[in-house]
């Protein structure tokens, strides 16, 4: 069966709306659809219209009251829109609902961002990823969708006793996540052996909210070469680069999908390997953009996936950038009263980056250490495993020993030492 290709959607005209509850601590009170107009021009939208409606809760059947469903279907006729935009997640059936009423296609928070993660994913893994999403995501919005979705399947010998056209095509999708799944499986392998090679340096991982500068903060410090746009997810793909941190001592520096306000749980699950690269840090750099006026809500959303992640206790630095955005120095003072020990940056300007660098190099030598340790001079498979997990700086033979002085994260030194407890310790140098 051919893979089912997933088109994005062909809109030109769009209509954004939203429901804001009352005392509704998420949105920007000056700009509550800010963040939906950015999410809707990175997809390639043109906004005509924008709707809100203040309300206690959003209506069952429609999300919106009656009235403003009648009032965003005239605004569709007077700006021949063919497209509105929710900022929430909508059911299977007020989708189906609000299209009827308001006679053009819907597409809720999920699909417009799952839409952008399709238009940038690059790589074979990316694309995995995605589409694996996306079925997820269209499997139970089928009714009333799709009239079919591969004109071979369902044919004579495949098709099961008055099976319908669309148990037919909720067999496709079905058939298409396990194939998708297993396809990830395989990529998860392969990244928890590219991880094992990586144990002896010290990891970092740049975090932070989509479209904070962390891609530009990683050719900073490593010259990468990353794609930087002014764009929301413009970066999907974990990118991992070597950072040299002075005396021989070496870091890897990875960065990796930017957070969003309600990301879909089914996106965030389709990326668990790619996200892999935050649990196992041993340093994270949260990344903000300080000119925002959602900052601190935006830190919380970062927060909160990262408990979602199991990483909430990590080592984490907090590096506020984009302070050429900033006017007024008082407001630099300011946050720096309210965020203390964190780090100001412009990542455009490569402000910021020796500091930034210095306190990698700190938590490194915090986290390191060094020691000469005696072992058997014919244990070779220890010597090998020695080797994979720290750096071997030097090595000489005394008789029936070998010392070896190595350096490496404490963890790691402490597991190895716990597993071959013929290991003898020599000295310990820091």
């Not at 290709?5 to 998420?26: C, M, T, W, Y």
């Not at 940038?120 to 269209?138: D, F, G, I, P, T």
């Not at 530009?216 to 680069?241: M, P």
Request: aromatic residues 4%.
């Amino acid at each position: 069966m051919a893979p089912l290709e997933l088109k994005r959607s062909s809109f030109q005209n769009a209509i954004l709306g939203a429901v804001i509850l009352k005392d509704h601590p998420g949105y920007d009170q000056q700009n509550p659809l800010g963040e939906l107009r950015a999410l809707a021009r990175t997809a390639g939208a043109k906004i005509v219209g924008e709707v809100i409606q203040n309300r206690n809760s959003p209506n069952s059947a429609l999300f919106f009251g009656k009235g403003k469903a009648k009032e965003i279907a005239e605004l569709a006729v007077q700006n021949h829109a063919d497209l509105f935009i929710c900022d929430d997640d909508l059911s299977p059936g007020q989708v189906r609902n609000l299209e009827e009423e308001i006679k053009i296609q819907v597409v809720d928070r999920s699909g417009l961002i799952l839409d952008i993660f399709a238009l940038h994913a690059r790589s074979n893994e990316a694309r995995v990823q995605v589409k694996l999403a996306q079925l997820k995501y269209l499997l139970p919005r089928l009714a009333g969708r799709w009239s079919h979705l591969e004109r071979q399947e369902g044919a004579i010998g495949t098709r099961g006793p008055g099976e319908t056209q669309l148990e037919t095509d909720r067999r496709i999708i079905q058939k298409q996540i396990i194939e998708l799944e297993r396809k990830l499986r395989e990529i998860d392998k392969e990244r928890e052996t590219q991880r094992k090679g990586r144990n002896k340096l010290f990891r970092v991982t740049l975090i932070g909210y989509t479209n904070a500068g962390k891609s530009t903060i990683l050719n900073n410090l490593t010259d990468a070469g990353v794609l930087v746009e002014d764009k929301l997810f413009a970066t999907l793909d974990s990118t991992t680069r070597r950072l040299n941190l002075g005396r021989g001592g070496i870091a890897l520096l990875t960065d990796t999908v930017g957070f969003i306000s309600k990301l879909p749980a089914h996106l965030v699950a389709s990326f668990r390997s790619t996200l892999m690269d935050i649990k196992d840090a041993d340093l994270l750099l949260h990344i903000c953009d300080v000119s925002d006026p959602m900052l601190d809500a935006k830190i919380t959303t970062v927060n909160i996936e990262l408990a979602r992640l199991g990483n909430e206790e990590g080592r984490k630095l907090l590096v506020l950038n984009k302070t050429d955005l900033l006017q007024d120095r008082k407001d630099l003072e300011a946050l720096a009263i309210r965020l203390p020990n964190s780090i100001f940056a412009s990542a455009i300007n490569a402000d910021g980056t020796d500091e930034l660098l210095d306190k990698i190099r700190e938590e490194s030598r915090q986290q390191g250490i060094e020691v000469v340790v005696q072992i058997g001079k014919t244990d070779y498979s220890l010597y090998a495993e020695i080797a994979k997990n720290c750096r071997i700086i030097d090595s000489s033979s005394d008789g029936e020993k070998l010392i070896i002085r190595l350096s490496g994260r404490k963890d790691m030194i402490s597991k190895l030492m716990q597993k071959n407890p013929q290991v003898t310790f020599a000295t310990v140098v820091r």
